[in-house]
């Protein structure tokens, strides 16, 4: 917890829409749109790229609103999520017990979070528009781990540390 | 009677929708390289850091600062001299339509909201709030309010009883509950009195004003102030992640209310606070 990370890899979008969708595959055993297993997801809806460029701005979006769906995505496989804000007990136990990661990166710097993409692609639910899943590969996205396998909570800690009067 | 075409108005909707969303406000700039001297934590010197370098980044290529470009709230004061041809409102929301189009910005609007939830495709309908005021100018101010803080935000009926202790202990709860996720450092807009629909309207032009500039009536720049200091204090941080500077500013707005009550609104402003304006 609250270890600087810079990551490089790939990594699959899904806000609120595209969580419901998988859920409901997973369900009703349905194929997924990409083997979830061993995967990161990014909690990110972009604006749309000007012509030439990759992507638009692409920060993170709120995590809590993916809470409901994201134990069972990483009992499912899943194996880490970056997004903004803190998880729930039910996720950070999630996390703990399949031995995955949250990570946290820089909210509100959509600008500066989409020079560390590469390449951008939807790969499923393009009638979401800005909602679809995307396979992006990352370079040297800046992150920090929020929640770790110890337990750790970077927003509980970091609140505790600088708070001040009555503790 | 001063003449004002809605093809006038399209134009300059269009270019301060893409404007506010890729220029961070002068006055937010400067605020957030002054927390960087000041914050005590580390890792939100770092996020402070960062801010400032999205924001240059922003600018140079015109990249939205954030991805969410927001809903489109506009305020219109018209001057009571002012006559407009053609529809007002649609040129507005066409200004809102081409601004969003041209500027490569998220389209982040859904009709039906309990059900269907379908995506508008132009970020319209925007939000138009509208002041008839003196003289012969129409003044627009475009604010692209993201969801993330927007979301956060509340509104109490108190009672009289609660007093300023009750508002102060209502901005300290609305903070304290959306901890990282209405995007910190805050600006938070405060509107006290009126009716439920006044206070959050009040509160939410609140955010317009110059950053940290206090409220005229020493009353109120003094709760202002005291409000901040307790935020602050709750060691929230940048973020989150912890820190010294949770909120940059509280604009507070009072205004009469009734007899037996004490409306407050709390509207949450994020970091990447956007808003321009122009004159017709």
């Known amino acids: ?167 | 009677m001063k003449e004002i075409k809605a093809s006038a108005i399209t134009q300059a909707v269009a270019r301060l929708c893409q404007e506010a969303n890729f220029v961070l406000g002068e006055d937010v700039l400067a605020a957030l390289k002054q927390a960087l001297k000041t914050e005590q934590s580390p890792l939100g010197r770092e996020v402070l850091s960062r801010l400032i370098e999205n924001a240059r980044i922003a600018q140079k290529e015109q990249l939205p600062l954030c991805q969410d470009c927001g809903t489109a709230v506009v305020f219109l004061e018209i001057g009571q001299e002012v006559h407009i041809s053609g529809d007002l409102y649609a040129a507005v929301e066409e200004g809102v339509r081409q601004g969003y189009t041209q500027g490569y910005l998220r389209k982040s609007i859904v009709s039906k909201p309990f059900s269907a939830r379908t995506n508008t495709k132009d970020n319209t309908p925007p939000v138009i709030h509208t002041e008839i005021v003196p003289g012969e100018r129409l003044k627009i101010a475009v604010m692209p309010k993201g969801a993330g803080a927007e979301n956060m935000s509340k509104l109490a009926m108190l009672k009289p009883g609660d007093g300023r202790q009750g508002i102060i202990n209502l901005v300290i709860r609305t903070v304290d509950d959306a901890g990282g996720n209405s995007c910190p450092p805050l600006i938070i807009g405060l509107g006290i009195g009126g009716t439920a629909e006044k206070a959050m309207l009040i509160a939410k032009k609140a955010l317009l004003r110059k950053l940290a500039e206090p409220n005229p009536d020493p009353e109120v720049a003094e709760l202002e102030k005291e409000i901040l200091a307790k935020v602050n204090a709750l060691g929230i941080g940048p973020l989150g992640f912890g820190g010294t500077t949770t909120a940059l500013a509280v604009h507070a707005e009072v205004m009469p209310t009734h007899i037996a009550s004490l409306p407050v609104a709390v509207n949450l402003q994020c970091h990447s606070a956007r808003h321009k304006e122009a004159v017709l």
């Open chain 1, 1 to 167: 917890m609250g270890t600087q990370v810079l990551i490089s890899g790939v990594v699959y979008t899904a806000r609120d829409a595209a969580h419901e969708r998988l859920i409901q595959a997973l369900e009703k055993g349905e194929r997924l749109p990409f083997d979830l297993k061993g995967q990161t997801l990014y909690y990110m809806g972009p604006s749309p790229a000007r012509p030439g460029e990759v992507i638009g701005a692409a920060g993170p979006t709120t995590s809590s609103r993916m809470d409901l769906y994201t134990p069972r995505l990483i009992a499912a496989g899943i194996r880490a999520m970056i997004g903004k804000g803190s998880r729930p007990a039910e996720v950070k136990e999630a996390i703990k017990k399949h031995k995955t990661v949250y990570f946290a990166t820089i909210a509100g710097a959509g600008a500066l979070l989409s020079k560390s993409i590469k390449q951008a692609a939807v790969i499923a639910y393009e009638d979401l528009g800005a909602e679809a899943i995307l396979r992006l590969d990352i370079e040297g996205f800046p992150a920090i781990v929020a929640n770790d396998v110890y337990g750790g909570d970077l927003f509980a800690q970091g609140k505790a540390k600088y708070q001040k009067g009555k503790k």
